[in-house]
């Protein structure tokens, strides 16, 4: 059953241990994994969730937006988070929220059976891989459902050039005409991970075009190498998951631009 409650209701709801009814700020004195990284910041949390509730054995559900993000004193950090979440600013934050969850009042509204309408959810935590004076590396892990048979996760990495405070994308890691060398190396990776033959065929368990090699545009710098991850779906069924592998730095030395040395040389004195 949905309930759309009154004031009263969302109160009584609280008291039963319902904590999703509402929105707001978190702040939490966490740095990171890596306490060597260069720049200090707290880890905050928005949450928005949606009047209607839906009634389950156990107690109450509804769905919700839930953001957590680092934040410093630093702007130009905090602009950059912000940037990585496809966000200007917190007042953006909020309207993402009310218009996913105004998307799902709709289709509450709307169902012929809204006793049947399963809680939708949106959960995006940001997390900083490793920070230098140069660079600025961001995961974002998004778990999501707004109908269907499952929802869907993912985790998708942002590099910044601090000095040009840009993102950077591979090109700017590996040059031009040093991609193909790139390519080969990290398909000799993913069959080791894959536990794949040098000459076995990549067309029967992934999504390879035509069995071509494909390199995720999905990378990080972390402290050892760079990550290369796919997502679900990207090359394999939702059920087979994510696929990461990680290409170690001194494999990659004579394939890095001179900016990606500088980057890797601070990363490796942290």
């Known amino acids: ?5 009154s004031p009263i209701f969302g109160v009584v709801a609280l008291a039963i241990g319902l904590s999703s009814c509402q929105s707001g700020n978190k702040e939490s004195n966490i740095n990171s994994d890596n306490d060597k990284d260069t720049t200090i910041y707290k880890i905050t949390e928005f ?7 839906q009634q389950r054995e156990d107690g109450y559900d ?7 993000y680092p934040v410093s004193d630093d702007s130009q950090f905090n602009a ?9 600013d917190r007042a953006e934050l909020e309207q993402s929220a009310e218009a996913f969850l105004a998307d799902y009042d709709s289709y509450v509204e709307e169902a012929n059976k809204p006793e049947f309408v399963h809680a939708w959810y949106q959960d995006i935590a940001s997390r900083i891989i490793l920070t230098t004076p140069r660079l600025l ?7 999501e459902y707004s109908g269907g048979a499952h929802g869907n996760y993912a985790e998708l990495f942002y590099n910044y050039d601090l000095q040009e405070n840009k993102k950077l994308s591979i090109n700017d890691v ?16 993913f069959r080791e991970i894959e536990k794949l033959a040098p000459d076995a065929a990549l067309t029967d368990k992934y999504f390879f075009d035509e069995g071509v090699f494909v390199l995720p545009d999905n990378f990080a710098f972390d402290r050892k190498g760079i990550i290369f991850q796919y997502n679900p779906y990207e090359i394999k069924p939702y059920a087979d998951g994510v696929t990461r592998f990680e290409i170690p730095y001194e494999k990659l030395e004579s394939l890095l631009t001179e900016k990606a ?4 040389a601070q990363i490796q004195n942290l």
């Open 1 to 5: 059953m949905i309930i759309k409650p």
């Open 47 to 53: 949450y928005q969730s949606s009047p209607y509730y």
């Open 62 to 68: 509804t769905s919700y937006y839930k953001v957590s």
């Open 80 to 88: 950059l988070v912000m940037e990585s979440l496809s966000v200007k």
């Open 137 to 143: 590396v961001v995961g974002n892990k998004l778990t």
């Open 174 to 189: 590996v040059a031009t005409e040093k991609q193909q060398e790139l390519i080969a190396l990290a398909e000799t990776r």
């Open 261 to 264: 040395k500088a980057f890797v």
